[in-house]
């Protein structure tokens, strides 16, 4: 069973248009905090990133502010976080993301928030790392993109084990209970098909 010490968490720097999101960032950070673990995000102060970062450190929780260079401006940085890490771009601040991390939830969020969740699936993938991924699924926001996937595997261009890299939930506390039990397969990403063999 994985020990999820720190957890990375993916949101919109928006905080979207439904109070509904605001609300389970703040239930995320909330419980994340009542159970000791850290949170590792991107570093900014607005949108959902603010809302879970803020509902963490009310709860006396520890958080790590990743943020690169040209986006550290008194606008975007969160000033409270209780460890800030500037990186030199993007790409070193998603690599130090990921290292400081036992695993990955993804909120509802815009391109950045997709980018990073499936560049962290891809590595699970191809074996990279072994860290449970789970999708925060509030008011069914990721249901378009899971119904994406699993069309990517009855099209042949995704293998069904690797529908079992993430886990999906629509409630906080469930969902990291799951994260904790969750055995995530060691298959890698080209696997001979019983056609092949």
């Known amino acids: ?12 720097s928006s905080a979207g248009f439904d109070s509904v999101h605001r609300q389970a960032a703040d239930e995320l950070g909330a419980v994340m905090a009542r159970e000791g673990i850290e949170l590792v995000y991107g570093g900014g102060s607005v949108g959902l990133m603010g809302a879970i970062t803020d509902a963490v450190l009310a709860a006396s929780g520890q958080v790590i502010g ?21 990186t030199q771009d993007m ?16 909120m509802p969020g815009g391109l950045g928030t997709f980018e990073e969740l499936f560049e962290v699936m891809t590595w699970s993938q191809l074996g990279l790392h072994r860290k ?11 249901d378009p993109l899971v119904a994406m996937i699993d069309r990517a595997i009855t099209d042949g261009f995704c293998k069904e084990q690797h529908r079992g890299l993430f886990i999906v939930d629509d409630e906080a506390a469930r969902l990291l209970e799951r994260l904790r039990t969750h055995e ?3 298959t890698p990403k080209w696997i ?6």
Not at 1 to 12: A, D, K
Not at 132 to 142: D, E, Q, R
């Open 184 to 186: 995530v397969p060691q």
């Open 192 to 197: 001979r098909s019983t056609s092949e063999t």
């Open 132 to 142: 449970p991924i789970g999708l925060l699924n509030v008011a069914g926001y990721f």
């Open 91 to 106: 790409h070193e601040r998603k690599a130090l993301m990921a290292e400081l991390s036992d695993g990955f939830i993804a």
């Open 1 to 12: 069973m994985p020990e999820l010490r720190r957890l990375c968490v993916f949101c919109g």
């Open 66 to 86: 990743v943020i690169p260079q040209f986006l550290a401006t008194k606008e975007l940085l969160h000033t409270g976080v209780t460890d800030l890490r500037i």
